[in-house]
């Protein structure tokens, strides 16, 4: 199966699962094809993927899901719809014609940290083909941007930015560089020794143990385990060494949660005398 219909029998069944409603028009609009196309979707999966999941529905004029759906393309859980919901501004162009929840859901506005698509690209090309580049950068201890060298190996979004995990020629050390932070052009060099292979904290994974903050009354541990589907009152995250930070910032953790206002955090790590000394360590 192609891609492109693959991305279309996807979307057949996300739209008719979680809007509950599917048209010709909703794929027509997103992928840009025309209405007999559309249709001729729409049949192909009723024909050959399942003839039991959908059933046009008059009063509507759109299909519906049956009683006995069963997703093919979509796993169905919640998670995979909030994530499709949190992305529809970055994807106007493909979720606005869903009307997902009659503009009962919206996203923080969170400002996009402004990224240069040639430094993407070259950055890519460099990881892919084990090449060093210059670069000019500006970090918080280095307002003006300097020269430096760097061999990168991976690009990692967190949830508030993107950055590049690449080895510095300048600290002799595997380091996260900020993609917006980069300045002017980027020259591809000789190829590295330096590879990710190498990178001690990338390579390595660790569990992180969570488990609510012990301050918590008993009532509001048993919300923060549901919440979580706590096993026992823990669950687990495996990370990547270099990630702890960013995973930790993420789920509002630190780890001298004693020193924190009751309420600030509502998770601990179990582990983090563990945890404290893979962060501490030298790179």
């Not at 301050?215 to 385990?225: A, H, N, P, T, Y």
């Not at 706590?230 to 780890?255: D, I, K, Q, S």
Request: with cysteine.
């Amino acid at each position: 199966m192609k891609w492109d219909q693959h991305q279309r029998f996807r979307l057949i069944e996300l739209i008719a699962y979680w809007e509950g409603r599917l048209t010709t028009n909703h794929l027509c609009e997103s992928f840009g094809i025309g209405r007999q196309q559309a249709s001729k979707d729409i049949n192909f999966y009723i024909q050959h993927i399942s003839a039991t999941n959908l059933t046009y529905d008059r009063s509507i004029k759109g299909y519906v899901t049956s009683d006995t759906f069963e997703p093919k393309f979509i796993t169905g859980n919640a998670q995979e719809f909030l994530n499709l919901l949190a992305s529809q501004e970055a994807n106007a162009n493909i979720f606005a014609p869903m009307e997902f929840t009659g503009g009962a859901a919206c996203s923080l506005p969170i400002p996009v940290r402004e990224v240069n698509a040639d430094h993407v690209r070259k950055i890519l090309l460099a990881a892919k083909a084990g090449l060093r580049l210059e670069i000019s950068y500006r970090s918080m201890n280095k307002p003006m941007a300097e020269k430096r060298v760097i061999a990168p190996h991976s690009i990692v979004c967190t949830p508030l930015r993107w950055h590049v995990r690449a080895y510095c020629e300048k600290n002799n050390e595997y380091r996260d560089f900020i993609l917006s932070r980069f300045e002017g052009q980027l020259t591809p060099l000789e190829g590295s020794t330096n590879t990710k292979q190498l990178d001690a904290k990338w390579q390595e994974s660790v569990d992180i143990v969570f488990a609510p903050d012990p301050r918590l009354s008993d009532e509001q541990k048993v919300i923060i385990s549901y919440e979580y589907d706590m096993v026992e009152g823990r669950f687990v995250v495996p990370c990547r060494v270099a990630l702890l930070r960013y995973t930790l910032y993420a789920l509002n953790v630190f780890l001298e949660y004693e020193d924190t206002v009751v309420g600030r955090q509502q998770l601990i790590v179990v582990n983090r005398d563990e945890i404290y000394q893979h962060i501490a360590s030298p790179a």
